[in-house]
T-cell receptor, first 110, second 116 residues
């Protein structure tokens, strides 16, 4: 499974767009990129998944450059409730082993 | 929306005792997972389970741990003889084979295990 590197923490203000970048230099051809969100004392929650280019859903966008060695999770107009830890995971879909990194702790201020 | 449930929410036990953590995955899901998270640390994969057998396990999942799907709805994690370092939040997750073969895992709320 490809190793991922993310910033340990980020601060933002309400209403701003937040971009969290994840590096995954050793991504394999059949690997997908998946982002999860975790609030304190709760289980991780799936946000978005992609393979290449751009994916958008009602919560976030995921930008993946052509070389796929990195990806950027974009959260539009964050609110205080977006304060959480965000994890970038890389691996084949349908895989049986999921490795979480340390994640990025996002703190949104008023 | 269907969700994964876990019981109990908090379990306190004495060192050396056996504990069983219970999970009810989403009903049409086929793949099941257990993770643990020590306070302040990252989520750690323990084991995955498919077709009534373990698919993958981590080095944490030693002989003290076992998993079982005793009926069509429950998925359990047993720790045979708990140690102080087993104190953590334990999360169950389940997944189905999506139309696009995505890997969305749905996590339960967790069981906080405290070993005294």
């Amino acid at each position: 499974l490809a190793k991922t590197t993310q910033p340990i923490s980020m601060d933002s203000y309400e209403g701003q767009e937040v971009n969290i970048t994840c590096s995954h230099n050793n991504i394999a051809t059949n690997d997908y990129i998946t982002w999860y969100q975790q609030f304190p004392s709760q289980g991780p929650r799936f946000i978005i998944q992609g393979y290449k280019t751009k994916v958008t859903n009602e919560v976030a966008s995921l930008f993946i450059p052509a070389d796929r060695k990195s990806s950027t999770l974009s959260l539009p107009r964050v609110s205080l409730s977006d304060t959480a830890v965000y994890y970038c995971l890389v691996g084949p879909t349908g895989g049986f082993k999921t490795i979480f990194g340390a994640g990025t702790r996002l703190f949104v201020k008023a | 929306e269907p969700e994964v449930t876990q019981t109990p929410s908090h379990q306190v036990t004495q060192m050396g005792q056996e504990v069983i953590l219970r999970c009810v995955p989403i009903s049409n899901h086929l793949y099941f997972y257990w993770y643990r998270q020590i306070l302040g640390q990252k989520v750690e994969f323990l084991v995955s389970f498919y077709n009534n057998e373990i698919s993958e396990k981590s080095e944490i999942f030693d002989d003290q741990f076992s998993v079982e799907r005793p009926d069509g709805s429950n998925f359990t994690l047993k720790i045979r003889s708990t140690k102080l370092e087993d104190s953590a939040m334990y999360f169950c997750a389940s997944r189905n084979r999506g139309l696009n073969w995505t890997d969305t895992q749905y996590f339960g709320p967790g069981t906080r295990l405290t070993v005294l």
